[in-house]
């Protein structure tokens, strides 16, 4: 399996997560480069390779395709490191799914999903929040829905630095993500049984922070996949087909799992509805089993 970390020159953010990786990890810079900017390879994880685009990562669509034409090297999963820009300014620090519920105004094609990561994603979830509490940092460590592109063929995942200029170029975020990034990578990759214990479900309701979901990641053994927020729901972008798409798009699903108290109870209904057709299985609180 080789999977390929991408970092973006334009993003100080995820500039600033390349440079702690770098820090905290033996490289090996390869003769070869993507963009005009050096590739590397993790030597002690010698599948992992750390590759820096020009421009918004969100809006470089088929990277996949690109890096395999280029480098000769076919990524199998990509994470991409990134900034997270938000109206309040809370400083977080957050990982979510690919793709579009429903118009692609941030890059990506409408009412698309890419597959996503759900045991890495979770379990790095559950290390950035040991590691936060552990540093006494003051960023909220949590989830975001699947919100925005890339367009690729291949699994992926953001892990971002939110939400102020200040917070992208603090030295201290950044090598938070770094240090959790590369101990999730170790476990993920070393262990045969990694989160095997986990329910891995699609998320449905709540929040864009989705904090119902993020909840239950960091207290109960369950891992989630992409998860359908309210907003998407209300606005009309979320029928049958779409539930599916996400369902199918979340490798090794066993289930959905809805924020009831988020939504009306006839909504909850019909995703019922739904999902039973469909012969999936809907699970609640008590179906989990504690960390």
């Known amino acids: 399996m080789s999977l390929f970390i991408i970092s973006s020159n334009e993003d100080p953010a995820s500039t600033n997560i390349k440079n702690n990786l770098l820090e905290q990890s033996k490289w090996i810079k390869l003769d070869k480069q993507f963009d005009n900017n050096p590739i590397y390879q993790n030597k002690i994880l010698d599948n992992i390779f750390l590759a820096t685009i020009n421009d918004r990562h969100i809006r470089h669509e088929n990277l996949d395709k690109e890096l395999e034409e280029q480098l000769k090297i076919k990524p199998q999963q990509i994470i991409v490191v990134s900034?997270?820009?938000?109206?309040?300014?809370?400083?977080?620090?957050?990982t979510h799914p690919l793709g579009n519920y429903g118009e692609a105004?941030?890059?990506?094609?409408?009412?698309?999903?890419?597959?996503?990561?759900?045991?890495?994603?979770?379990?790095?979830?559950?290390?950035?929040?040991?590691?936060?509490?552990?540093?006494?940092?003051?960023?909220?460590?949590?989830?975001?829905?699947?919100?925005?592109?890339?367009?690729?063929?291949?699994p992926a995942m953001f892990v971002e630095i939110g939400s102020t200029e200040d917070e992208w170029r603090n030295p201290l975020p950044g090598e938070i993500i770094a240090k959790s990034l590369i101990k999730a990578l170790e476990t993920y990759i070393s262990n045969k049984n990694f989160l095997l214990d986990n329910k891995i479900v699609i998320g449905i309701g709540g929040g864009h922070y989705a904090p119902r979901f993020t909840e239950l990641a960091l207290s109960e053994k369950v891992a989630f996949g992409h998860m359908i927020p309210g907003?998407?729901?209300?606005?009309?972008?979320?029928?049958?087909?779409?539930?599916?798409?996400?369902?199918?798009?979340?490798?090794?699903?066993?289930?959905?799992?809805?924020?009831?108290?988020?939504?009306?109870?006839?909504?909850?209904?019909?995703?019922?509805?739904?999902?039973?057709?469909?012969?999936?299985?809907?699970f609640r609180t008590k179906d989990f089993e504690p960390l």
């Open 83 to 94: 900034r997270h820009r938000s109206k309040t300014g809370e400083p977080t620090l957050t």
């Open 105 to 154: 105004k941030f890059g990506g094609k409408t009412k698309t999903l890419l597959p996503a990561i759900p045991t890495l994603m979770t379990y790095l979830l559950r290390v950035l929040n040991k590691n936060v509490e552990e540093k006494r940092l003051y960023h909220d460590v949590c989830f975001e829905v699947t919100h925005h592109g890339p367009y690729l063929e291949v």
């Open 231 to 282: 907003y998407q729901i209300e606005a009309g972008n979320v029928d049958e087909e779409m539930v599916l798409k996400a369902f199918n798009a979340t490798p090794d699903v066993v289930g959905a799992y809805i924020h009831r108290k988020s939504m009306k109870k006839t909504k909850v209904h019909w995703f019922e509805e739904i999902l039973e057709k469909n012969n999936i299985r809907v």
